[in-house]
């Protein structure tokens, strides 16, 4: 029998020995937004350890700032496709909760609530085109924490993770029409990975425009995206 490809050997371990592999915080870290000093922790977490709560916060962050992105693409947006989409069991989640204090006015006592979920980025340790990658499913994030750096922490959160499992780089895919989403991966260094689909001249001498692309940034270097637009990867569908 083959050995199996480390990636499929770190997808397997339960998740607290993922954690303990490639989570380089001991569980949560805490973040404290710059304005209101209100404290968030940041959680590794697999479909199987999601509340339903969490899980129902996650896909309307997903909802409300991409479902417009998807009904004007080609692939169109169902709710009950990208639900599935979220349990694939080698999906995982970075999570960004807030934790509700509840107390009285004069000193009472202070019990924690339910955290509620701010915003999360969801990522697969997978193969492309016979390269160990990690691929960005989802980043979201609540209206009024744009803005704050946390986007960029969390990314840099998903690379780390994928830097210790030794894959050759992280991959996204993003709608053409999302420009400010482009330029958010751009800044971090990703570029066009050379198998990111591409306009086609049909027989009638129309231009049919691409719906998305496949942005790449290798892991291997400190260079930033030169060497993701060098290497070339499996065209890898939208969903």
């Not at 922790?41 to 479909?47: A, C, G, H, R, W």
């Not at 340790?125 to 946390?150: M, N, P």
């Not at 991959?171 to 198998?195: C, K, Q």
Request: proline residues 3%; hydrophobic residues 35%; contains cysteine.
């Amino acid at each position: 029998m083959a050995p199996k490809k480390s990636i499929e050997t770190l997808n397997a371990l339960p998740l607290p020995d993922y954690r303990a592999k490639l989570w380089r915080h001991a569980s949560t870290l805490v973040h404290t937004h710059k304005d209101t000093s209100t404290s968030y922790d940041i959680s590794l977490e697999s479909p199987s350890t999601l509340s339903s709560s969490a899980f129902r916060a996650c896909f309307d962050l997903i909802a409300s700032t991409s479902s417009a992105d998807y009904e004007a693409s080609s692939k169109g947006w169902s709710p009950a496709k990208k639900r599935r989409e979220m349990r694939l069991p080698d999906l995982r989640y970075l999570l960004l909760q807030q934790r509700v204090e509840d107390g009285d006015a004069n000193g009472g006592c202070i019990r924690d609530q339910p955290q509620v979920v701010q915003g999360f980025v969801s990522f697969m340790l997978t193969c492309e085109d016979g390269y160990e990658v990690i691929y960005l499913y989802e980043i979201h994030l609540s209206s009024y924490l744009q803005g704050q750096g946390l986007g960029k922490k969390l990314m840099d959160m998903m690379e780390e993770i994928g830097r210790k499992a030794g894959v050759e780089k992280s991959m996204l895919t993003v709608f053409t029409r999302n420009e400010g989403a482009r330029g958010f991966y751009e800044g971090l260094g990703y570029g066009i990975d050379e198998f990111s689909p591409r306009a086609r001249k049909l027989r009638s001498g129309v231009v049919r425009e691409v719906d998305y692309l496949i942005l790449s940034k290798s892991l291997k270097n400190c260079d930033g995206g030169r060497e993701g637009k060098e290497r070339s990867f499996k065209r890898r569908k939208a969903v």
